[in-house]
């Protein structure tokens, strides 16, 4: 009968499908797995029983949760939790909260008007109550409407953080709050966006609250309270079944987030512990094409709140929030001016002879010297003209036929005494494009809107262009950085940011960096599922990966030089998709296989390879969330739809693609990963029933350093650290079977009563959790003997030999099955092991093999939490007939 000594020397090859157990021929195979369940292998072929899972908190109500990392950088992260309505904040694996104070502000809901608020409003600015319950901010342009208040701060809350609760309905609000009236010491001058802001400050005595607007347009602020004692929550307009397809990208303290169907929103960061959730309102665009039909659009007035008027049914409810840009015939550019460096908008004068003449109108009752400017061919060269020191109404012409001249009136430096003097400039020729937004549906003619960028005149023009977005044309569904623009990503449209300006989409910006607006010009109408920033842009649709790209050469993309090619016609599931270096991962449009794209340096294309190969099944269930973990090796988290979880150890260059499978009591339903030091710090959101009740845990593996025995090891789900004889703090495992390892000892099972378990013995440092085990096993013994295939022929494995490290003496386990195991054997060398030694090195002679004969003897291992086991290799003696 041959024996073989055949050695197992790494264990990151991974599962192998049940299909493709017999391939005796792969030489990959002979190191695969049939199951490979809660190991954990590394890049350099050893596996070790996995980490175990903190337990850091429950999700607001237990609901289901998105989890988003926040990364400024490296080591200035947070964790960002959402669920259906709501956003919480969690810094260093703590929830912000906000104390108990007793400060209030007076009036800050704004509910009959705008008692409290002292009245600060610059010259013919105004702020006051509007119906609905808000204060209302209209400044003039130059000149801010204002209101303040001091706050009073008693002695116990001195020294106490406070923050800001401040709803804005229409923004942008300017805020200022310091220790003396107009100050900002406490909160610098910051714009308030539409949206719900929560600020902290620590006040050391009273603080003074500003509030500003500058805008034409009424701004509108709901309410400004101090925060209640609690934890942080921020409204999102995101329901439960919306989460999975939530798609985000960082810029620095601004997270841009989407999804299909709802208005893009900003999650801002102003500090560690203030947050924001605002509308993302970009004002110059993106725009549809130029209206082609004879309906007209008149604005009531050129500045300000106005109605736009449509000559036949146009506007729908939807169209609130909407952007209409509008075309005058003619040019008109209205001020109030009331201070000195305050200008007209510049009117662009052309033509010959009587063609070029312009009006100057000032009316008002003023002490100042106003200055006709102009600048030749572009905006900016700005030369006097002539001045003004009373009412005005003059026409002007420069002679200065076929010349390109802009004009602009205002009052410089040192012109200015007292009053507020109505400026205009009026040109019959040329035209102006204005902006505004919709505020309010009235009709299928006429809506209400706040002007954006002032109209040139109040006259119907048919020259319009209606937003890309809004409830009535839809908004994004996918969002990146990329080359220095924000790219937005709908249906089969894309938008790129005008270059380094992230809210500007003007097309009419010249030159390379304006915008870059395109349709998928081939295919199917596609929703585009996410794009991914790679050396070229990647975009995934249900029917193909497509590449933008400028040329062969790899320019930057700009608005001249845009390109869409095919990478692959593999479509793609809604799931977002992940980058690793300059490669691509993600989900094909069946839902349950992996696809990589990677930039090809023999064809100079994008080309797709299928990382699920060997494992065709695995992933059956279907796809609901990927992640990547870069340290201590690269690992792409799978969570799945039954809420089990796949792991992908990951290294191209030394050929590692090896899947294995993870499971707890519990089911996985979201991943998120933030950079650590050494480890990056991975996140899942479990459910498990606890006490018969459905929970919601946020839970964070453990360091693998934190792995391998000795006082600490934390090795176990939903884990808690604590000390003592009595273990308290577990409620969230209430009447659950635990572990506990405390002082480098394996402590046994306990049953958690009233929130607490007691131990038989006090423990400086323990560690208490759910149990779990690991399982491995292995091919068909998938390698060939000296007769040929060993398939089909009765064999038995008589003697196996471990290499191992940081193992518990009786923490691993090996037989033909996991119903025929046995220990590391308790004596070694002739000396009997000391209970819970832990091997730092173990490597010692061969020990038998439990089992018998069969035609398909296997080598399987099992470990179980809470003792630590690491194998590095083995090598098994098999016996076999014929």
Not at 27 to 50: D, F, H, I, Y
Not at 145 to 162: D, L, M, Y
Not at 195 to 223: I, N
Not at 565 to 583: C, E, F, H, L
Request: hydrophobic share 35%; net charge negative.
């Amino acid at each position: 009968m041959p024996r073989e000594n055949l050695s197992v020397l790494a264990f990151n090859r991974g599962i192998i499908s049940s299909y493709g157990l017999a391939r005796v021929d792969l030489k990959r195979a002979s190191m695969s797995a049939e199951e490979q369940t809660n190991w954990m292998p590394r890049v350099l072929g050893s596996m070790s029983l996995r980490p175990g899972w903190a337990y850091i908190g429950a999700t607001k109500s237990n609901a289901v949760a998105r989890t988003i990392p926040f990364v400024f950088a490296t080591d200035d992260t947070a964790h960002l939790e959402i669920t259906s309505g709501a956003l919480r904040v969690r810094v260093d694996d703590a929830l912000v909260t906000r104390p108990t104070v007793t400060t209030t502000i007076t009036n800050g809901t704004f509910l009959t008007d705008v008692t409290g608020w002292t009245d600060a409003d610059e010259s013919t600015a105004a702020s006051s109550w509007e119906t609905g319950g808000y204060l209302k901010l209209v400044g003039t342009g130059t000149a801010a409407a204002i209101r303040t208040q001091q706050v009073t701060v008693s002695g116990g809350n001195i020294g106490v953080e406070h923050a800001l609760r401040i709803v804005i309905a229409r923004g942008p609000v300017v805020l200022r709050v310091g220790s003396t009236a107009g100050d900002d010491d406490y909160i610098g001058e910051t714009t308030l966006g539409t949206g719900t802001h929560s600020l902290a400050f620590t006040p050391t005595g009273d603080f003074h609250v500003q509030l500003k607007g500058t805008r034409v347009a009424a701004t509108l602020v709901d309410s400004i309270t101090v925060e209640a004692a609690g934890t942080l929550e921020l409204p999102t307009p995101w329901p439960e079944d919306c989460l999975t397809e939530l798609r985000f990208t960082q810029s620095a303290d601004v997270i841009y987030i989407c999804c299909d169907g709802y208005q893009q929103r900003k999650i801002e960061r102003r500090a560690a512990r203030s947050w924001s959730v605002v509308a993302y309102e970009p004002e110059v665009g993106p725009f549809r094409a130029l209206n082609l039909t004879p309906i007209t659009i008149t604005p009531s007035d050129t500045v300000g709140d106005i109605t736009l008027t449509a000559s036949a049914n146009l506007f729908k409810s939807t169209h609130v929030g909407a952007l209409f840009r509008l075309q005058s015939s003619g040019q008109e550019e209205t001020a109030s001016l009331s201070g000195a460096d305050q200008y007209t908008d510049p009117v662009r004068v052309t033509g010959v002879g009587g063609q070029r003449a312009f009006s100057v109108i000032l009316v008002g009752t003023f002490s100042a010297t106003l200055t006709l400017q102009y600048s030749v061919g572009a905006i900016g060269s700005w030369v006097d003209y002539g001045t003004y020191t009373t009412e005005t109404a003059v026409s002007i012409n420069d002679g200065l036929d076929n010349q390109v001249i802009y004009y602009r009136i205002g009052i410089k430096g040192g012109g200015y005494t007292s009053g507020t003097v109505d400026a205009t400039l009026a040109f019959s020729s040329g035209s102006i494009v204005g902006v505004a937004r919709v505020t309010g549906y009235t009709s299928p003619t006429v809506v209400n809107a706040s002007v954006l960028d002032n109209f040139g005149a109040a006259t119907a023009t048919a020259d319009w262009w209606e937003g890309a977005w809004s409830e009535r044309r839809g908004w994004p569904s996918a969002v990146a950085f990329h080359e220095g623009r924000l790219w937005w990503f709908g249906k089969n449209r894309i938008f790129g940011s005008v270059s380094d300006d992230y809210e500007n989409f003007n097309d009419q910006t010249e030159g390379d960096a304006g915008p870059i607006i395109r349709t998928i010009g081939e295919g199917p109408v596609d929703n585009i599922n996410w794009a991914m920033p790679l050396q070229r842009l990647i975009l995934g649709t249900p029917s193909a990966e497509l590449v933008a790209k400028s040329s062969a050469l790899d320019e930057p993309m700009t608005p001249t030089n845009f390109n869409l090619k095919p990478a692959s016609t593999q479509g793609s599931a809604r799931v977002d998709a992940i980058r690793v270096d300059k490669r691509g991962i993600f989900t094909q449009r069946s839902g349950s296989a992996i696809f990589e794209t990677a930039y090809n340096t023999d064809s100079y294309e994008y080309e797709t390879e299928e990382l699920t190969l060997l494992v065709p099944d695995l992933h059956d269930a279907g796809i609901r969330h990927l992640a990547v973990q870069r340290q201590p090796d690269t690992r792409i988290h799978v969570v799945r739809n039954d809420g089990t979880v796949a792991v992908l150890v990951y290294d191209r260059a030394e050929n590692v693609l090896c899947w294995v499978e993870l499971e707890t009591d519990g089911y996985v339903e979201d991943v998120s990963v933030l950079p650590g030091a050494l480890e990056d710090d991975v996140y899942y959101v479990v459910r498990r029933t606890i006490n018969g009740s459905t929970v919601r845990y946020v839970e964070k593996w453990a360091q693998e350093s934190e792995c391998v025995g000795g006082s600490l090891n934390k090795q176990a789900d939903a884990f808690i650290v604590s000390s003592g004889t009595t273990i308290t703090g577990l409620g969230h495992l209430e009447g659950e079977t635990v572990v506990a390892w405390g002082d480098g000892r394996d402590l046994g099972e306990y049953t958690v009563s009233g929130g607490a378990i007691t131990l038989s013995a006090a423990t400086t440092t323990c560690v208490v959790g759910l149990p779990y085990e690991a399982r491995f096993k292995g091919m068909k013994l998938a390698t060939q003997v000296e007769t040929g295939s060993p398939l089909n022929l009765r064999k038995r494995i008589e003697q196996i030999g471990l290499i191992c490290k940081d193992t518990h003496y009786q923490g691993l386990e090996f037989g033909p099955d996991f119903d025929t195991m046995d220990p590391l054997p308790a004596v070694e060398d002739g000396a009997e092991t000391e209970a819970d030694t832990v091997w730092p090195s173990y490597d010692h002679d061969l020990n038998s093999f439990p089992g018998g004969w069969s035609t398909d003897s296997r080598l399987c291992l099992r470990a179980r939490a809470p003792r630590p086991a690491t194998v590095l290799a083995c090598t098994i003696v098999v016996n076999t007939t014929g």
